[in-house]
């Protein structure tokens, strides 16, 4: 089985606070996907990586959070003044290359108090 | 911008039931579909997917099929087991990239025994 990791599973924030969280992609992989999910709902489609570079995110990406890959075997996700909405689990997948199934880590629960 | 709904928010069933998930779609272009399953703690994992009209997915006994008429990919188990409990998603992606996914709200499954 694929073994994309992720740290921490649980973060706890309060207001205001900075959040950072990391995905380690599977080994090999070029493509690295960031993902929110609130309330074991929808996941919604954060941010997309291809060889370290970003390609693709929506808008609140670009206001609010800040995403690098740093090297292709570590990606970051953080969010820069943390807000109650922002409450969700972040998941992160990762596949060989952009057009292949991907593997979701197990997520870090982020909880904004 | 493309959608995917899932009309069962909630299903609940008892052991050897038939399981029946309707998924809808709308897309520009042509998708290929998906169905993700996911446990407590864990990221989603693919069961299968299917890019063309008439096209038939199946993993561990559930199966879709790909209706571009209806435009419609409906999740079916004939037997389901407690072990099925879980929260399943439909999806769809238009490009070249199957990593940026759009997803369904999802629908909780609970097999009783």
């Known amino acids: 089985d694929a073994a994309v990791t992720q740290k921490p599973r649980y973060l706890i924030k309060m207001k205001g606070q900075e959040a950072e969280m990391k995905c380690i992609p599977e080994k090999g992989h070029t493509a690295v996907f960031w993902y929110q999910q609130k309330q074991s709902k929808e996941l919604k489609f954060l941010i997309y990586f291809q060889n370290q570079q970003p390609l693709d995110q929506i808008d609140m990406v670009k206001e609010r959070f800040s995403a690098v890959c740093p090297s292709s075997s570590l990606c970051s996700l953080g969010i820069r003044t943390c807000e109650a909405e922002d409450s969700a689990l972040y998941l992160c997948?990762?596949?060989?290359?952009?057009?292949?199934?991907?593997?979701f880590g197990k997520g870090t629960r982020l909880t904004v108090v | 911008g493309d959608s995917v709904t899932q009309t069962e928010g909630q299903v609940a069933l008892s052991e050897e039931d038939f399981l029946t998930i309707h998924c809808n779609y709308s897309?520009?272009?042509?998708?290929?579909l998906f169905w993700y399953v996911q446990y407590p703690g864990e990221g989603p994992q693919l069961l299968f997917r299917a890019s063309r009209d008439k096209e038939k997915g199946s993993s561990r006994g559930f199966e879709a099929t790909y209706d571009k008429g209806t435009t419609s990919f409906h999740l079916r188990k004939a037997s389901v087991q407690e072990s099925d409990s879980a929260v399943y998603y439909c999806?769809?992606?238009?490009?070249?990239?199957?990593?940026?996914?759009?997803f369904g709200h999802g629908t909780i499954l609970r097999v009783h025994p």
């Open positions: 999806a769809l992606n238009t490009g070249a990239n199957t990593g940026k996914l759009t």
């Open positions: 997948s990762s596949s060989p290359t952009s057009n292949t199934e991907v593997f």
């Open positions: 897309a520009s272009g042509y998708p290929t």
